[in-house]
């Protein structure tokens, strides 16, 4: 095993992404986020205006807070539904491209009903965030349909743990995951079988396929709360037009967190951050590079 990581060089994909003249939001792809929780509402709009602004043809969010599934006017692209008990319908109904689960979920048993859905939605890909990492380091058995999911459909899933949630799915502490990062994503790939992204300073990212490669932009403006729902975001965005534009999970993965983090860079360049640098403004950053590199 080499223990130094590839440097993540993801960015030429990109011109994968290019619309022809005829192409419509069909191609762009239909991603169902679901989270938000009361309290938390603000995680799941977060996610959805960065999938919104990376290009997603639809942007469906499923909201665990009733006070909050209505629409935005200040985001009225948003399709905001409210989270129920039948979400396994819902998904079913709206046939996506794309789920994206985690943002401000919460650990009700909404939050877990949604989980078991998502997991059980086939072969599509499937973006597992925040506390759906954290209702699985918790339960053997959705553990166990995570890794029956991955058997079934290798590639199709990616979870995007920080630190703090990769030690709970190892069952060990922050510290220890930080000490090692390369044995703690060599870890989570073999308990989990998903591609994983290992977030923090240098996230990593692996996979049963891919050895560990590692992305060196970045800066500490990025801890803000609400800077890792905006990749979850992201990563759906571009899975979903990746589905007709040749760009499968794994490389829609590298592109979202390379974008991600060259954008919070781009930013602290002109003088917006490291202080202060907000997620939303990272979003449109995103964005403008994004179509930059087309
Ligand atoms: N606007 C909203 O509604 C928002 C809502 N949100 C929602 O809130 C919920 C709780 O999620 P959360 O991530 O905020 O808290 P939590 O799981 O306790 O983890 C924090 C601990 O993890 C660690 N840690 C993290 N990064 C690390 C690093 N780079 N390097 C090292 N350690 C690191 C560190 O652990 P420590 O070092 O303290 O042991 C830290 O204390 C979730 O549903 C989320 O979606 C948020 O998205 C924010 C915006
Ligand atoms: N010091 C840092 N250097 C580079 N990237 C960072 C740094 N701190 C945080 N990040 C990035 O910011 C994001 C934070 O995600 P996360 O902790 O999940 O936030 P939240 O749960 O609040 O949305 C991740 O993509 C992480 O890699």
Same mark, same amino acid.
Request: with cysteine.
């Given at each position: 095993?080499?223990?130094?990581?590839? $440097?993540?060089?993801?960015?030429?994909?990109?011109?994968?992404?290019?619309?022809?003249?005829?192409?419509?939001?069909?191609?762009?792809?239909?991603?169902?986020?679901?989270?938000?929780?009361?309290?938390?509402?603000?995680?799941?709009?977060?996610?959805?205006?960065?999938?919104?602004?990376?290009?997603?043809?639809?942007?469906?969010?499923?909201?665990?807070?009733?006070?909050?599934?209505?629409?935005?006017?200040?985001?009225?692209?948003?399709?905001?539904?409210?989270?129920?008990?039948?979400?396994?319908?819902?998904?079913?109904?709206?046939?996506?491209?794309?789920?994206?689960?985690?943002?401000?979920?919460?650990?009700?048993?909404?939050?877990?009903?949604?989980?078991?859905?998502?997991?059980?939605?086939?072969?599509?890909?499937?973006?597992?965030?925040?506390?759906?990492?954290?209702?699985?380091?918790?339960?053997?058995?959705?553990?166990?349909?995570?890794?029956?999911?991955?058997?079934?459909?290798?590639?199709?899933?990616?979870?995007?743990?920080?630190?703090?949630?990769?030690?709970?799915?190892?069952?060990? $502490? $922050?510290?220890?995951?930080?000490?090692?990062?390369?044995?703690?994503?060599?870890?989570?790939?073999?308990?989990?079988?998903?591609?994983?992204?290992?977030?923090?300073?240098?996230?990593?990212?692996?996979?049963?396929?891919?050895?560990?490669?590692?992305?060196?932009?970045?800066?500490?403006?990025?801890?803000?709360?609400?800077?890792?729902?905006?990749?979850?975001?992201?990563?759906?965005?571009?899975?979903?037009?990746?589905?007709?534009?040749?760009?499968?999970?794994?490389?829609?993965?590298?592109?979202?967190?390379?974008?991600?983090?060259?954008?919070?860079?781009?930013?602290?360049?002109?003088?917006?951050?490291?202080?202060?640098?907000?997620?939303?403004?990272?979003?449109?950053?995103?964005?403008?590079?994004?179509?930059?590199?087309?």
């Amino acid at each position: 095993m080499n223990p130094i990581p590839a $440097t993540l060089d993801t960015l030429k994909l990109i011109k994968f992404l290019k619309r022809e003249p005829a192409e419509h939001k069909g191609n762009a792809g239909k991603v169902v986020l679901i989270g938000g929780a009361p309290g938390m509402a603000g995680a799941l709009i977060l996610a959805g205006n960065a999938c919104l602004h990376l290009g997603a043809g639809w942007t469906i969010l499923e909201m665990l807070d009733p006070a909050s599934a209505r629409a935005d006017a200040s985001q009225p692209e948003l399709m905001i539904r409210l989270a129920r008990l039948d979400i396994q319908q819902s998904l079913a109904n709206a046939k996506p491209d794309v789920i994206a689960i985690g943002p401000g979920l919460g650990k009700s048993e909404l939050a877990s009903c949604c989980l078991h859905a998502a997991l059980a939605y086939p072969s599509i890909p499937l973006v597992i965030d925040a506390d759906a990492l954290n209702l699985i380091s918790e339960s053997p058995e959705l553990l166990k349909q995570l890794q029956i999911r991955n058997q079934q459909f290798p590639g199709s899933t990616v979870l995007t743990p920080h630190p703090g949630e990769a030690a709970k799915l190892l069952q060990s $502490t $922050t510290e220890k995951v930080q000490s090692d990062r390369m044995k703690s994503i060599h870890q989570l790939v073999e308990l989990t079988q998903s591609i994983v992204v290992l977030k923090g300073q240098h996230t990593l990212i692996a996979s049963p396929a891919h050895p560990p490669a590692q992305c060196l932009a970045g800066n500490p403006g990025m801890g803000t709360g609400g800077m890792g729902d905006v990749l979850t975001g992201s990563i759906a965005a571009i899975a979903g037009q990746g589905v007709r534009h040749q760009i499968n999970l794994w490389q829609a993965t590298g592109i979202a967190v390379e974008l991600h983090a060259c954008a919070a860079d781009s930013l602290v360049t002109k003088g917006v951050g490291p202080i202060g640098l907000t997620p939303s403004e990272t979003i449109l950053e995103m964005r403008s590079l994004l179509n930059k590199l087309l």
